[in-house]
Antibody
């Protein structure tokens, strides 16, 4: 079955970096665009970043632009999120999510399925 | 403050019909972008429940339906059941911020 498993979360001090990974299985990873979405404790969902199937296109939310970098390794079926200059505002559960259909970062697309999430806590 | 506006909470008795609204603007729903809905049970990841305004993924009961009109969308749940208690989020795309956007979420309580 289709499965997404995030890892790499943890506690990190403000200003430091962290790298998240998402291992995909059960589908042809190299043919789908992939997103990161986060959810601060007790809050709603916030889109973070997207990458097209081949890595040629990537887009970021304004809140993370210039600090976060999304990447993928299609040979390893892995999506990554490099997070630099972390602040307390970045504390959240980070989910990777596949697009419902399609290989590009299409505006009308939806997120399906989602991984179980990994918690990032930025605290001194 | 979310780009898409949802009521914080709705409630209904078992068997009743409830609707959850999602209000946007001319830069997202009103611009013609599709609306999608997700259900999130406590402590779990969101799950797609309605996509493309009114389509149900396999496994989602036909008690759930979506609609879209103008700058708003709605999720309707008929024959309310205790297991429907969850948080529901709408999602679309906003061209003014060039981002995929969510509503703030609605907590559904089955009385």
């Amino acid at each position: 079955q289709v499965q997404l498993v995030e890892s790499g979360g943890g506690v990190v001090q403000p200003g430091r970096s962290l790298r998240l990974s998402c291992a995909a299985s059960g589908f042809t990873f190299s043919t789908y665009a992939m997103h990161w979405v986060r959810q601060a404790p007790g809050k709603g969902l916030e889109w973070v970043a997207v990458m097209s199937y081949d890595g040629s296109d990537r887009y970021y939310a304004d809140s993370v632009k210039g600090r976060f970098t999304i990447s993928r390794d299609n040979s390893k079926n892995t999506l990554s999120l490099q997070m630099n200059s972390l602040t307390t505002e970045d504390t959240a559960v980070y989910y990777c999510a596949r697009v419902g259909v399609g290989s590009v970062a299409a505006a009308g697309n939806w997120f399906d399925p989602w991984g179980q999430g990994t918690l990032v806590t930025v605290s001194s | 403050q979310s780009v898409l506006t949802q009521p914080p909470s709705v409630s209904g008795a078992p068997g009743q019909r409830v609707t959850i609204s999602c209000t946007g603007s001319s830069s997202n729903i009103g611009a013609g972008f599709d609306v999608h809905w997700y259900r999130q049970l406590p402590g779990t990841a969101p799950k797609a429940f309605i996509y493309g305004n009114n389509n149900r993924p396999s496994g989602v009961p036909d008690r759930f339906s979506g609609s879209k009109s103008g700058t708003s969308a709605s999720l309707a749940i008929t024959g309310l059941q205790a297991e429907d208690e969850a948080d529901y989020y709408c999602q679309s795309y906003d061209r003014s911020v060039s981002a995929w956007v969510f509503g703030g979420g609605t907590k559904l309580t089955v009385l």
